[in-house]
């Protein structure tokens, strides 16, 4: 069966170590690949999902130890949204509260129990509890106990002017669909309950644009099964809505085109292959610093300017 929805999603953090004991110590995440910015490559790109870093589950980071904070506004991702079992979110406001993690109190949104918090970059996130995700596989490798543990993503809401001709691509050329409106949200889904499978837009028109730095997302991905999958998508954005992409780049796990949507949020297309296990075993995923080929002669160059992690 091809899934639709979330790949994955990409931020700009600040300091590397910080960033990897927030994300495997305190939420729980596997960090799956260690490797660099292949555009920048005297800094990280980090990525943290589920055992096998499965698409939908992964949340990427270039972390840049000085970085300027971010400021939220309209063409950006507001909040990255993950999925948990319904009766663990009682497990994570305590978790919180011991951790120090600023978190905001429980709400409703179409119907479910929402957990909105921060990153120590201010990254907005939030966990949903769900009911019938108790048996999805969970990462047991944290001291996050397998039946409170996340199970990918849940969502990502978008902060736009307009909803409707970012929701004519969501729609047209990533298979969502608009299923619920509730105040100024509008809810897009994919209908088959798949990690990564709901997109929001938070309507606010009037708002400044955005400002890129640390705690914002740089890009969200959605999945194309393999390279005819994508090559479909390019076309139909280009038929249909007047949109050229960039070129296919090869980023190893996974081969990506990028473009700007109508409402200025950066869209990529991933392929779900080749994964994660693609250059190491998944038995040992994210522990040795892997460098695609064009980039191995300058390894010991690379390795001498990047800061420890662990």
Do not use: C
Request: net charge negative; glycine share 12%; no cysteine.
């Amino acid at each position: 069966m091809v899934h639709n929805g979330i790949h994955h999603v990409t931020a700009i953090a600040g300091p590397a170590r910080r960033n990897v004991d927030f994300y495997t110590r305190v939420l729980g995440l596997r960090l799956v690949k260690k490797t660099v910015n292949f555009d920048d490559p005297g800094s990280y790109h980090l990525y943290y999902g589920d055992e096998h870093g499965g698409p939908g589950t992964i949340l990427t980071f270039f972390p840049w130890e000085h970085v300027a904070p971010g400021r939220l506004g309209i063409g950006e991702t507001q909040e990255t949204v993950f999925r948990v079992p319904e009766g663990s979110i009682g497990y994570w406001t305590h978790r919180f509260v011991d951790k120090g993690v600023a978190h905001q109190a429980l709400e409703k949104r179409f119907g479910e129990t929402v957990l909105s918090f921060k990153d120590p970059d201010g990254m907005r996130l939030a966990l949903v509890g769900l009911p019938g995700i108790e048996a999805e596989p969970a990462w047991t490798g944290s001291d996050v106990p397998a039946e409170y543990a996340i199970r990918g993503f849940h969502s990502v809401s978008l902060l736009l002017e307009d909803a409707a001709p970012t929701g004519a691509i969501l729609t047209d050329v990533f298979g969502f669909a608009e299923a619920a409106r509730e105040g100024s949200l509008v809810r897009y889904t994919t209908g088959d309950k798949v990690q990564g499978g709901i997109v929001d837009i938070r309507i606010a028109g009037g708002f400044l644009p955005a400002r890129m730095g640390g705690g914002s997302v740089h890009h969200v991905a959605f999945r194309a099964a393999d390279d005819a999958a994508q090559a479909a998508m390019v076309s139909k954005l280009a038929d249909n809505h007047g949109i050229q992409t960039t070129e296919q780049k090869d980023r190893n796990y996974f081969r990506s085109v990028y473009f700007r949507e109508p409402g200025r949020v950066l869209f990529e297309i991933a392929t779900d292959e080749p994964g994660f296990a693609a250059d190491e075993p998944v038995e040992s995923l994210g522990e040795a610093l892997k460098l695609p080929p064009f980039l191995e002669p300058r390894r010991q160059d690379i390795e001498a300017v990047l800061p420890a992690v662990a």
